[in-house]
């Protein structure tokens, strides 16, 4: 086996692990359900669930990859000692994977095209009932949803082409940025509408606002924006040193990816409650009725545009993420070069996205088949949970305790390992459980 690369640091890495979490789901899913279930009350719940739910799931991700230095299917292969039944999960988690690249890659072109025509002024002349028929327009157009979903996806497979270093540079880049052009779109929003209802709403703490389908919501979004259950923090901990601690990088990635969350609330909120904008949960909104909303605000079309540049950063990075397992999967048990197993695994999954991206209207034929809305909901509903509840109950169960406390460098005995272990064990698999019951019945 050709030699194995590493993160060239530990910051690196939790940047990396970051830009894979940081996606549609923090600019615009959080705020959403923020808003709808009680602004400061649910962030309190949605911490807890992190803490209990999401970390715990994360680290032991991170350990299966780290522990094995292997993609996410051979990972699970060696650790279970070729079991048969355990070799599914991990292929569980690159279909996974797979299935949810093509279609995100198709939503990640619509940024490219709107910060595009932002940059030009041709978003300018749009109103709120223009904005949905240029819209409907737009994703109707077969030529258009290919080309941009062709160079979102060529612009993923440069990248991971390159292997590690080429992430590690493409992250050096992105994050920062992306951080940066987050704080301008704030600012402005801010300078326009104040911040006072904003700041009130989300750190306003009214413990009677709690309600049944606050708390799933939260410990719904607590799993589901960490990139758990689809090999990627797998691969990802693969290629990190012995020497760093896991500990350490589970909590930063924790803190950062709730602070990239956070900042998108204060960079929405303030034009929900300064313009009463109607507040939707599907991700088109983005394209809309905010879209509209931020040519009123000074320099318009430069700040939409920077809007759009940011959301098209957040995705590229959770795109890299997403490739790469299925990357490492065809180097490593395929025996390809990277270059080769590159272009496997984005061609086929660009292929696979090509009739996501005919799904909006582009062919009468494929739209009737709503490929892009079966894969959202399979994934989404099913396998994306179903995988992180596996690899949860596969570290807690198939890894010994001595090896998992080894790799973390804790004393089996010690609390911190205990309570890490009983999350795993019972109560964060029991949660995400009843979190994809409820998603499937209410979908």
């Known amino acids: 086996m050709v030699e194995r690369k590493k993160w060239s640091s530990s910051i690196l890495f939790i940047m990396a692990c970051v830009g894979s979490a940081v996606g549609l789901g923090n600019i615009w899913k959080f705020p959403y359900i923020t808003y709808e279930n009680g602004g400061g009350t649910f962030v309190l719940v949605y911490l807890l669930a992190v803490l209990i739910i999401g970390m715990p799931i994360l680290l032991a991700e991170m350990l299966i990859g780290r522990n094995s230095e292997r993609n996410a299917y051979d990972a699970i292969v060696k650790l279970s000692n070729h079991n048969r039944w355990w070799k599914l999960v991990g292929a569980l988690c690159l279909f996974t994977g797979f299935g949810i690249l093509s279609f995100y890659s198709v939503v990640a072109g619509w940024t490219v095209d709107y910060f595009i025509n932002a940059l030009l002024g041709n978003l300018s002349h749009l109103d709120f009932t223009t904005t949905g028929q240029h819209f409907g327009s737009f994703v109707s157009n077969p030529g258009k949803q290919i080309l941009y979903h062709t160079i979102f996806m060529a612009m993923t497979s440069l990248i991971v082409w390159r292997g590690t270093k080429g992430i590690e540079k493409a992250i050096e880049v992105l994050m920062p940025v992306l951080g940066v052009l987050i704080v301008v779109v704030m600012s402005v929003t801010v300078s326009k509408y104040g911040a006072g209802d904003t700041l009130n709403f989300l750190f306003d703490i009214d413990l009677s606002k709690i309600t049944a ?67 939707r949960e599907s991700a088109s909104i983005l394209f809309t009725t905010l879209s509209v909303e931020l040519q009123h605000l000074p320099f318009g079309n430069y700040i939409c545009a920077v809007f759009y540049l940011l959301i098209a950063f957040a995705a590229l990075s959770s795109t890299i993420s ?122």
Not at 231 to 240: D, E, K, L
């Open 213 to 279: 389908h606050a708390i799933l919501e939260a410990m719904g979004h607590a799993f589901f924006t960490l990139s758990v259950g689809m090999g990627t923090m797998i691969v990802y901990g693969s290629y990190f040193p012995k020497k760093n601690s896991l500990l350490k990088a589970t909590l930063w990635i924790g803190v950062l990816d709730t602070i990239f969350a956070l900042m998108a609330c204060l960079m929405i909120y303030p034009i929900i409650f300064g313009t009463k904008m109607e507040v």
């Open 322 to 443: 997403l490739l790469e397992p299925v990357t490492a999967f065809f180097i490593e048990n395929r025996n390809m070069s990277r270059a080769k197993a590159t272009l496997v695994s984005g061609g086929s999954i660009w292929f696979l996205g090509v009739f996501c991206a005919l799904s909006n209207g582009g062919s009468e034929f494929i739209s009737k088949l709503k490929i892009m809305d079966h894969l959202d909901y399979i994934t989404s509903n099913w396998t994306l949970p179903l995988g992180g509840i596996l690899l949860a109950i596969f570290c807690a169960y198939v890894i010994s305790n001595d090896e998992k406390a080894r790799e973390l460098n804790v004393s089996k005995d010690s609390m911190l390992f205990k309570s890490w272990n009983f999350l795993l064990k019972i109560v964060a698999p029991t949660l995400v459980l009843i979190v994809m019951i409820y998603r499937i019945f209410n979908s």
